[in-house]
């Protein structure tokens, strides 16, 4: 039965090992890619950073400030701190283990002021003024030690880092004598240092002026270190965990994933290595679950690294301990069976052997075009895109280079989206910027079938050259056939036996998506933005404007009928409205109710450009009703204009 359970895991819900170390690479890129883009170390953290995407679960990034004014030091290595910024103290002496103040000793220079408070003739930074001066437009609501968006989606880490191990985790070092974790793999935790989040000990007369000290950087490697089998029990504790006790009554919000990390790094130091293999993976995770219900007894779960600190200190106490308890002995009495409690197992006994030797390369496929990693790369500069090439020429790994190559076209399709095409006083500067802007589309064309297609459509429709924008549209028509993999959307069979041949498999993962992969038309409202017509612009200088994710064959039909308006082509725009509304109705390419709510929003557009306000009503109303968000939804800000 375990080694059912593995390839259930591997094939529906988590991925193969190969799937899981895909996903860390192109984590990888893009962090290094968003790092070379802005004054910041950009770390994708949590689950996902970790390989694991499980149904339900945000994205949480880590932002480490490079070039801020402060540099976070212990008191070891102050002596040989000569930096010219401002230098932070890191406190551990009467704090809780786990917590610290970060007092400044040198200098008070106009960013770390901001963050100041005094205490007791001191100095320190303030976590919470420094969690408030990270809020945005975009991410405007506090979460525990992050800035959140709306839907929860994202959360945003900004933290301090300290290269210098701290001292109530020196312990840890030589802790195990155990295969796991190495010499080596220690050395590199090490090397990582400290992350200093802005998140006070809850309750304290002083929770202001303490940060939690995570050591997320040397967790995550060690994530890294684990064996396939690990992670899946890892993945399977965290299921149970959301989907099982966590909607049992009066057991919500006790226990957090983290809880179940630390209970998994403790099992795999004391367990020899090779007790975690496939068809171990029931009794690896009835180990955790002893493990979780002792800890629950006995009020008791060590920090890995500072086993001074007890996790479960003032959380899981008094009756909700006990209801907490009785319950987890309630699952544990049913046996290994409590598994498919779970919603997500719960079709485990509906596993058959054809489905186990189903093709994991298009199971992989079908996880990926669902994944976070398909989402944008924010825009950047010239400059940085140059420094971004030049650090994948340097790449010795040719599997690598390939998933840098991919970031790359997205980052292309970016900066053509935010290059300043307008100078009044050169004409010679325009034509430049202009050929540059082409020259970044082009090479995006490489990230999929039709998006970079359609940008460069859209370039020639923003400078009036309609027939130039026709051909590249009718060349983008004639890729958007039925056996093309939509984002988000679950492959058929007829996929399925399109990605047994040779040719993909040679490909590989990430440039088979560049043949049969059509991904939405993303972009932004702005009067720079070079990636939208006019016609769908709500640019409004005193309103924040979300992003838009437009269907790819909607868009496509809708800036046809764009160009033959603008051509006085009654009858082929008249056409292409039909198209369009053709494709909304039969949901072609549709995957979703946010790019469905979109596409009607684009309909309406179109009636309204004619003069049909009653159909353009009509279809901002549908939209409106499909995905009733008055933020993120524009069909609510033209229904409020006045006609």
């Known amino acids: 039965m375990s080694i059912c359970l593995y390839n259930y895991l591997c094939h529906n819900i988590v991925g193969s090992a190969e799937y899981v170390r895909l996903i860390r690479l192109i984590n990888a890129s893009t962090d290094r890619i968003k790092s070379n883009t802005f004054p910041d170390t950009y770390i994708t ?9 499980l ?18 030091t212990d008191q070891t290595k102050l002596q040989v701190c000569h930096s010219s910024r401002s230098v932070v103290l890191l406190e551990t002496n009467d704090v809780k283990p786990g917590f610290a103040y970060l007092r400044v000793i040198k200098g008070n220079t106009k960013n770390s002021d901001v963050f100041c408070r005094g205490a007791q003739g001191q100095e320190y930074l303030s976590s919470v003024m420094f969690k408030m001066c990270i809020l945005n437009e975009r991410q405007p609501i506090i979460h525990g030690p992050c800035a959140s968006d709306r839907e929860g989606a994202f959360d945003l880490a900004f933290s301090l880092h300290s290269k210098s191990w701290i001292f109530t985790a020196l312990k840890w070092v030589t802790r ?20 200093c989040v802005p998140i006070g000990q809850k309750g304290d007369l002083n929770e202001e002026l303490k940060w939690r000290i995570s050591f997320s950087l040397g967790e995550k490697f060690l994530i890294y270190t684990f064996r396939h089998t690990q992670l899946l029990c890892y993945a399977l504790m965290k299921m149970f965990l959301k989907n099982v006790i966590s909607e049992s009554p009066g057991c919500n919000d ?3 994933s983290y809880f179940i990390k630390t209970i998994l790094f403790w099992l795999s130091e004391e367990l020899p290595t090779s007790v975690w293999k496939p068809d171990n993976l029931i009794l690896c995770f009835t180990k955790c679950f002893k493990r979780l219900i002792y800890c629950v007894e006995y009020s008791v779960c060590p920090h890995y690294f500072i086993p001074e600190n007890n996790l479960f200190e003032n959380k899981i106490i008094g009756h909700s301990r006990t209801k907490l308890l009785q319950k987890l002995n309630e699952f544990h009495d049913y046996g290994w069976q409590d598994i498919f409690s779970s919603e997500q197992i719960s079709s485990l006994p509906y596993f058959t052997r054809d489905q186990c030797n189903a093709d994991m390369f298009a199971n992989n496929i079908e996880k990926i075009i669902k994944s976070k990693t398909m989402a944008p790369v924010v825009g950047t500069t010239i400059v940085e895109y140059e420094r971004c090439l030049k650090s994948i020429l340097l790449s010795k790994s040719k599997r690598i280079r390939t998933i840098h190559l991919h970031n790359m076209t997205r980052l292309s399709l970016n900066n053509a989206h935010t290059m300043q095409l307008s100078n009044p006083n050169s004409n010679k500067y325009k034509y430049k910027q202009y050929k540059t802007c082409i020259c970044y589309i082009l090479q995006s064309t490489q990230q999929d079938a039709v998006l970079g297609w359609l940008m460069l459509a859209t370039l020639f429709y923003k400078h009036k050259q309609y027939y130039k924008a026709l051909c590249v549209l009718s060349y983008s028509l004639t890729k958007c056939t039925t056996e093309k993999l939509s984002f988000g959307a679950n492959i058929t069979d007829v996929h399925r036996n399109l990605l047994r041949n040779k040719i993909f498999r040679k490909l590989k993962i990430i440039r088979t998506l560049r043949f049969l992969m059509l991904l939405p038309y993303l972009t932004d409202f702005g009067e720079k933005n070079n990636s939208i017509p006019d016609e769908l612009n709500m640019n409004d200088t005193n309103d924040f404007n979300p992003c838009i994710v437009i269907p790819p064959v909607t868009y496509l039909h809708f800036l046809t009928f764009l160009c033959h308006f603008r051509l006085h082509n009654i009858r082929n725009y008249q056409e292409s409205l039909g198209d369009l509304r053709l494709t909304i109705e039969e949901d072609y390419f549709i995957s979703d109710i946010v790019m469905k709510a979109v596409a009607y929003d684009c309909l309406g557009v179109a009636f309204h450009i004619i003069g049909d306000t009653e159909a353009a009503r009509e279809a901002f109303v549908k939209s409106t009703e499909i ?17």
Request: proline share 6%; glycine share 8%.
């Open 45 to 53: 953290s949590g689950s996902f950073g970790e390989g694991l995407e």
């Open 55 to 72: 149904n339900g679960s945000d994205c949480d990034i880590m932002i480490l400030p490079r070039y801020n004014d402060i540099v976070v």
């Open 176 to 195: 195990s004598n155990n295969s796991w974790p190495t010499s080596e793999v220690k050395q590199r935790v090490i090397d990582h240092g400290v992350i």
């Open 254 to 256: 006790l226990l957090c």
């Open 627 to 643: 995905f009733p968000d008055q933020f993120m939804n524009h069909s609510f800000k033209r229904l409020a204009v006045p006609k």
